[in-house]
């Protein structure tokens, strides 16, 4: 019994060190200039960041295609497009999958946005989210807001993909980004 107590005390001592050896990534502060990049998206074309100057650029960071954490967000961010939209918001999809992977995820998942393929994993690692997963490495859930002048407006790290685009909707709104595009 209370060898069992024991290992159960020294596992969750071992999680909670992982936790925060993870939680100790760097991430961009806000304020500073968003890291430049240009990846393929799902349908093979180059996706540059500084093509979206101008417009609000929801830029999240997800572990894997095809996971229900990561299709629920996805599902979320689709289901809200029109009201980036109407905030001149931009949403860019960010894991390690394949442009494959990302292209197979969008039309099972019915999804029109963004998603790009990082696996060089050098953009996760510039923006703080690339992590250790057994003996892979994944994207971190972590969400950058990014300004249309290119700054970092807001940092969300470790979001919950259940209401995590309505929290991406609501600081565009705080931050002065509400200026509704009308038609």
């Given at each position: 019994?209370?060898?069992?107590?024991?290992?159960?005390?020294?596992?969750?001592?071992?999680?909670?060190v992982?936790?925060?050896?993870?939680?100790?990534?760097?991430?961009?502060?806000?304020?500073?200039?968003?890291?430049?990049?240009?990846?393929?998206?799902?349908?093979?074309?180059?996706?540059?960041?500084?093509?979206?100057r101008?417009?609000?650029?929801?830029?999240?960071?997800?572990?894997?295609d095809?996971?229900?954490?990561?299709?629920?967000e996805?599902h979320?961010?689709?289901?809200?497009?029109?009201?980036?939209?109407?905030?001149?918001?931009?949403?860019?999809?960010?894991?390690?999958?394949?442009?494959?992977?990302?292209?197979?995820?969008?039309?099972?998942?019915?999804?029109?946005?963004?998603?790009?393929?990082?696996?060089?994993?050098?953009?996760?690692?510039?923006?703080?989210?690339?992590?250790?997963?057994g003996?892979?490495?994944?994207?971190?859930?972590?969400?950058?807001?990014i300004?249309?002048?290119g700054?970092?407006?807001?940092?969300?790290?470790?979001?919950?993909?259940?209401?995590?685009?309505?929290?991406?909707?609501?600081?565009i709104?705080?931050?002065?980004?509400?200026?509704?595009?009308?038609?």
């Amino acid at each position: 019994m209370w060898t069992v107590l024991l290992v159960v005390v020294v596992i969750a001592a071992a999680l909670l060190v992982a936790v925060r050896l993870l939680s100790s990534r760097t991430l961009p502060n806000t304020g500073s200039s968003a890291p430049d990049f240009s990846l393929p998206s799902q349908d093979g074309s180059a996706v540059n960041l500084k093509d979206y100057r101008g417009k609000w650029v929801a830029l999240y960071f997800y572990p894997k295609d095809m996971t229900p954490g990561c299709t629920l967000e996805a599902h979320n961010f689709q289901r809200d497009q029109a009201e980036f939209a109407r905030r001149n918001a931009a949403v860019l999809g960010v894991s390690v999958d394949s442009s494959d992977s990302h292209k197979h995820f969008c039309t099972k998942e019915g999804l029109n946005f963004k998603l790009l393929a990082d696996t060089s994993h050098q953009v996760s690692k510039q923006y703080g989210s690339l992590i250790n997963f057994g003996i892979t490495q994944i994207s971190a859930r972590n969400t950058f807001l990014i300004d249309p002048e290119g700054r970092i407006a807001r940092v969300f790290a470790g979001v919950n993909p259940a209401r995590h685009s309505s929290e991406v909707l609501a600081a565009i709104d705080e931050l002065g980004g509400a200026q509704v595009q009308t038609k």
